[in-house]
């Protein structure tokens, strides 16, 4: 199995990144997907998820309304849509396939590298 995320880079605050996670070597569709993030120094925080289908998302209250996650099953490919990016959304972000448990809880079976985000002030 395979989670390959891309679209990370360095950008000025305000601005926006799309991020994008291919998976491969496993069926796609059966699985809950999310977006974590490490900040240097910090512990990895779940950002955001969304479920199989699409019907259902999770966003972490610092990203609400900023950040926006989807998926296209066809292409077994989930993507975060960053915008009004801050200082602080500066971070490696790592995407993640796995069971989703309540709201907010999704248990990886799988993680990608992960894609670093770099937000200038």
């Known amino acids: 199995v395979q989670l390959q995320a891309s679209g990370g880079g360095l950008v000025q605050a305000g601005g926006s990144l799309r991020l994008s996670c291919v998976g491969s070597?496993?069926?796609?569709?059966?699985?809950?997907m999310g977006w974590f993030r490490q900040a240097p120094g910090k512990e990895r925080e779940l950002v955001s998820t969304?479920?199989?289908?699409?019907?259902?998302?999770y966003y972490a209250d610092s990203v609400k309304g900023r950040f926006t996650i989807s998926r296209d099953n066809a292409k077994n490919t989930v993507y975060l849509q960053m915008i009004s990016l801050k200082p602080e959304d500066t971070a490696v972000y790592y995407c993640?396939?796995?069971?989703?448990?309540?709201?907010?809880?999704?248990?990886?079976?799988?993680w990608g590298p992960g894609t670093l985000v770099t937000v200038s002030s």
């Open positions: 969304i479920s199989w289908s699409g019907d259902s998302t």
């Open positions: 070597g496993l069926t796609f569709g059966n699985y809950g």
């Open positions: 993640a396939a796995g069971g989703i448990y309540g709201v907010g809880r999704l248990v990886p079976d799988f």
